[in-house]
């Protein structure tokens, strides 16, 4: 892989900015069409994540995802101390039709450099326009094989509750998502696979890999995402 390419997919580790940024670099050939996502597969929910680097606790995401004239919307504010002493903070805003298609999505984040951006989707095109700070935002639009893609943004972890809710458990199995991270301007795809039964706590795991990265969701019973572990960088996301 491109060192630029490995930079961008996960910007934690060793540096100024400790979180997780996960950027999904395309593979050479198309995204597969994911399975159809049921509209009965999303639900409201309301929380906070607590983040942990090494077993330290670095920061918390407060979310919810609300349903809203027929449609969701999914907010999720984190805020955190970097490896270097300052503090980072994220927020995002989503919205989704009732079949979890996205329609819009604005994000900003100050960690410690300020940047804004958002997102129109129409018909599985992704319009994006991102400004670095300098006041003339920078525009990039591309195209999916399928409106339902998945905004995986960094340090965003509501974001992957929504994706245990598209992903189709009734059919089980490898199911493949095309995915757009709009802090990095990359779009992606993903596989996602269901790890057996219910494992310890009554959990049920989701393996969601990249070509570079793999991260661990863990639902209850009602497919609610309870806790996000990425081994490769030691960093845990989980529920308080």
Known sequence: MKRAARKALINLICGAVALCGFAWIC?????????????????????????LLAGQSIGTEDFDILSSEGKWVVRGTTEAHTSAGDDMKTTGELHLAADGTPIHYVWSTDS????????????GIAK???DFGSGHPYHEDFKFPSPLVIVLDNN????YAVLARLYDWSAGGQQSFPVLIPQDITPGKITVNAAGGPG???LSELVVKSADLEIHLFCDANHKLVR????????????Q
């Open 112 to 123: 410690p450099k300020k940047a804004s951006g958002q997102v129109d989707f129409d018909s």
């Open 200 to 202: 310890a706590g009554g």
């Open 156 to 159: 965003l972890y509501e974001q």
């Open 128 to 130: 994006t326009s991102t």
């Open 228 to 239: 996000l572990e990425v081994p490769a960088s030691r960093v845990i996301v989980e529920r």
């Open 27 to 51: 593979a050479a050939r198309p995204p597969a069409t994911p399975s159809s996502a049921p509209s009965t597969g999303m639900a409201a929910d309301k929380g906070k994540f607590r983040i």
